[in-house]
């Protein structure tokens, strides 16, 4: 382990599917502040097939950038840092190219066990190609052929409760036999399975199967029924990306030894940012990352830690999947001009076959915002049906057969405290009001809440930092990282324009009586707090219930304070004049540019 007591200077790089970026962190008296950013294409591809020359490309950047001699001859960062001042003291890296980390999972029953198992994987940073159950309603032989085609990097099985039945697991190492899977990466390796189910059913597993795959152990997902035990599995799946995957990846083994710990998962390091910002701040968050044929949704609440991926849910290769899934009356709502469904269909389709080009107009903005939102808001309804609590039955002595009703979802929107925006659409949008207005929309947040940005994706390489010295890691995070937009103040409930709905009493100020059905800016500086008593009007609750006021501090940001009496649900008007009106309204309140002619 790296000796982190005199680190001064740290370069942490994170190679994307098609970029690489750097970043370097210096120690400036007791802080620790980003310094340079530098970015190159990554090269884990044909021609080059090796990851190291994007790495150095980026390092080289920042080195042209900063001054500061990072690279040796070799082009190999140099670390620890030599007595001329040339190097680093630290250098970490995270990775989601060569298309990041792909699993199955297989449990006993799809709503229980293999539930467990699919939110352990997401926890560690893995897109999920299929889920296979017992009763998941396919024949065996189509789940042989499946598992076959499927060629993942790594299969975690679960299923039984610690002292249970063993014969559904040994059905399913009998169909991994059958099946004889072969990994992603490395000819002639073993497809790694990590077997975390029931301890009676181990040995007979590892009989079964464990010549054709290579077998790891864990402690069980679910030993009872009511408990679930996802940390070791998740550790076990970091452990065989770095040994299986990145070794196998073009380069990876080189830059392993360049780096002063195990290069994580992308996903895998911004949910460990997310975790270490919850805890250190003891606050609950939910964070997105949205990306162009993914959108990854983090939350941390009450201390547990939940991360899922949407892989069909995207800004560009996946824009048409978002318009499948949500239909198209669902992205127009958001449409603050006059538009027909086929323009529409057209401009989405434009943009899944050009997936590299950029809005050049404002009316190609607005539609790629309105998307925007209906993916986010479905990766979200997603992430709360995987990040709940338990609540099983048991029908048959030690197996798990059905759920007579899910536990309920950890998402507690009323006790949130903050929303993390990130991913091109939110970081890079021209205005930070149209990110505050999509996650607004999208998230549709109760009670009292900050919302902000990642201003240059940097969560990833700030991630991997918070696990060896979470100091620096939290420090640039919140100077360099963070965005804040400002406090947004949204009552619970419904009632006509215009009716009453919210007054906010800013102590030694003013008073704000916003009625029903608008949303209303309070021009609040960042860093600027204000003490304000919040009192709902009867049947709207902002945290202690229907009419009852709190005393809060409100925070300002680079937008400033939302006061939002939309209602929960937000309540968008059905005749399209009416709605194209009120868009354009919510618009106008935060500054924001309109349209007032249709398209061509």
């Known amino acids: 382990m790296t000796n982190t007591s005199n680190v001064r200077t740290i370069l942490a790089t994170d190679c994307g599917s098609t970029t690489t970026k750097a970043i370097l962190i210096e120690k400036q008296g007791d802080e620790y502040r980003l310094t340079t950013r530098g970015e190159a294409p990554t090269t884990v591809e044909a021609p080059f097939d090796d990851v190291t020359i994007g790495v150095s490309n980026a390092a080289r950047e920042v080195e042209e950038l900063s001054g500061r001699k990072i690279l040796d001859d070799n082009g190999q960062v140099i670390t620890p840092a030599a007595a001329d001042g040339s190097g680093v003291d630290l250098y970490l890296s995270t990775s989601s190219a060569g298309g990041g980390l792909q699993m199955t999972v297989a449990g006993v029953v799809k709503s229980m066990s293999a539930e467990s198992a699919e939110r352990a994987a997401l926890g560690a940073g893995a897109i999920i190609m299929d889920v296979i159950a017992v009763d998941d309603g396919r024949k065996?032989?189509?789940?042989?052929?499946?598992?076959?085609a499927l060629r993942p990097d790594m299969i975690l099985m679960s299923g039984g409760t610690d002292g249970g039945t063993v014969t559904h697991l040994t059905e399913m190492a009998e169909m991994l036999r059958s099946a004889d899977p072969k990994p992603r990466l490395g000819i002639g390796l073993k497809l790694p399975v990590i077997?975390?189910?029931?301890?009676?059913?181990?040995?007979?597993?590892?009989?079964?199967?464990?010549?054709i795959v290579d077998i790891r152990e864990v402690p069980n997902l679910r030993p009872t029924l009511d408990r679930e035990n996802l940390g070791p599995a998740r550790e076990a799946i970091h452990d065989l990306f770095l040994e299986h995957v990145m070794q196998q990846a073009p380069g990876y083994a080189k830059l392993t030894t360049w780096t002063s710990a195990g290069?994580?998962?992308?996903?895998?390091?911004?949910?460990?940012?997310?975790?270490?910002i919850a805890r250190e701040r003891k606050i609950d968050v939910l964070g997105v990352d949205i990306g162009g044929a993914t959108t990854d949704v983090f939350s941390v609440f009450g201390g547990v830690f939940n991360r899922t991926v949407s892989a069909n849910l995207g800004m560009s290769y996946s824009i048409c999947n978002v318009l499948t899934e949500a239909g198209i009356a669902n992205i127009a709502r958001w449409i603050p001009f006059m538009a027909d469904d086929a323009y529409l269909r057209n401009q989405l389709r434009n943009k899944m076959i050009r997936p590299t080009t950029i809005p050049q107009t404002l009316r190609d903005l607005q539609i790629e915002q309105a998307v925007a939102r209906e993916a986010l808001r479905l990766a979200?309804?997603?992430?709360?049906?995987?990040?709940?609590?338990?609540?099983?039955?048991?029908?048959?002595?030690?197996?798990?057969?059905?759920?007579?009703?899910?536990?309920?979802?950890?998402?507690?929107?009323?006790?949130?405290?903050?929303?993390?925006?990130?991913?091109?659409?939110?970081s890079h949008a021209p205005e930070r009001a149209q990110s505050a207005l999509m996650m607004l929309d999208a998230y549709q947040p109760e009670g009292v809440t900050m919302l902000a940005v990642d201003?240059?994706?940097?969560?990833?390489?700030?991630?991997?930092?918070?696990?060896?010295?979470?100091?620096?890691?939290?420090?640039?995070?919140?100077?360099?990282?963070?965005?804040?937009?400002?406090?947004?103040v949204a009552p619970i409930g419904t009632a006509k324009d215009g009716e009453p709905c919210l007054t906010v009493a800013?102590?030694?100020?003013?008073?704000?009586?916003?009625?029903?059905?608008?949303?209303?800016?309070?021009h609040l500086k960042e860093d600027q707090t204000q003490e304000a008593t919040i009192t709902p009007a009867r049947g709207f609750d902002v945290g202690a219930g229907k009419g009852k006021p709190i005393t809060v501090t409100l925070e300002g940001g680079v937008v400033g304070l939302i006061l939002d009496t939309r209602g929960r649900p937000v309540v968008i008007p059905s005749e399209p004049t009416q709605r194209v009106a009120k868009l354009q309204e919510w618009l106008r309140v935060l500054g924001l540019a309109v349209h007032t002619s249709a398209p061509e």
């Open 140 to 148: 065996d032989y189509q789940k042989v052929e499946r598992i076959r």
């Open 195 to 211: 077997y975390a189910g029931n301890i009676e059913a181990r040995k007979s597993v590892e009989d079964i199967a464990g010549d």
């Open 263 to 276: 290069i994580m998962s992308t996903p895998n390091a911004v949910g460990k940012i997310m975790e270490t």
């Open 380 to 426: 979200f309804e997603h992430h709360k049906s995987l990040a709940r609590g338990l609540k099983g039955v048991q029908t048959k002595a030690g197996v798990e057969f059905e759920r007579e009703a899910t536990g309920k979802t950890l998402v507690n929107m009323i006790k949130l405290d903050m929303i993390i925006g990130s991913g091109g659409v939110l």
């Open 455 to 488: 201003s240059i994706f940097m969560m990833p390489q700030l991630g991997v930092l918070s696990t060896i010295l979470p100091e620096a890691a939290t420090q640039v995070f919140e100077r360099d990282c963070l965005i804040k937009l400002g406090h947004v």
């Open 506 to 522: 800013f102590k030694g100020s003013t008073t704000e009586i916003v009625p029903f059905g608008q949303l209303r800016l309070i």
